[in-house]
């Protein structure tokens, strides 16, 4: 089973909207996951317009790929770079420190996790 940045059983980040790249509701990853999708991460109005600006548009529906476009409260499988690039321009958002891939470490620190830590939502 996969594990937490905490060392615990890897816990679901969200069904609605469906997240991972598995799409299973888990930032679980593997070999195939380039993008390293494994922080858990509740967005802001704020966050989505950095992701945007900086290349990577998840506010913006794709009805074609079951994508109905992120809204501020979501939660979300980031990828592990993209956080960090978040966290240097202070812009980093939220993270269930639960439903974060143990991977993750390999990108940030286990601290400023903690630091931009919050309390999961309900399922959904």
């Given at each position: 089973?996969?594990?937490n940045?905490?060392?615990?059983e ?7 909207p469906?997240t991972g790249f598995y799409?299973?509701?888990c930032?679980?990853t ?8 494994t ?12 992701s945007?600006q900086a290349?990577?548009?998840l ?5 074609q790929?079951g994508?109905?476009?992120?809204q501020?409260?979501?939660?979300w ?11 240097a321009a202070g812009?980093a958002?939220?993270v269930v420190?639960e439903a974060?891939?143990?991977r993750t470490?390999?990108w940030?620190d286990l601290?400023?996790l ?7 939502a309900?399922?959904?």
């Amino acid at each position: 089973m996969a594990q937490n940045v905490l060392g615990g059983e890897l816990a679901s980040c969200s069904t609605d909207p469906l997240t991972g790249f598995y799409r299973n509701g888990c930032c679980d990853t593997g070999g195939e996951d380039i993008g390293v999708h494994t922080v858990c991460v509740r967005v802001t109005a704020e966050f989505l317009e950095f992701s945007q600006q900086a290349g990577n548009d998840l506010s913006t529906p794709h009805p074609q790929w079951g994508f109905r476009g992120l809204q501020p409260g979501d939660q979300w499988c980031l990828c592990a770079a993209r956080w960090t690039e978040a966290l240097a321009a202070g812009m980093a958002p939220q993270v269930v420190l639960e439903a974060t891939h143990a991977r993750t470490l390999e990108w940030a620190d286990l601290d400023d996790l903690r630091r931009h830590a919050v309390d999961p939502a309900p399922p959904g």
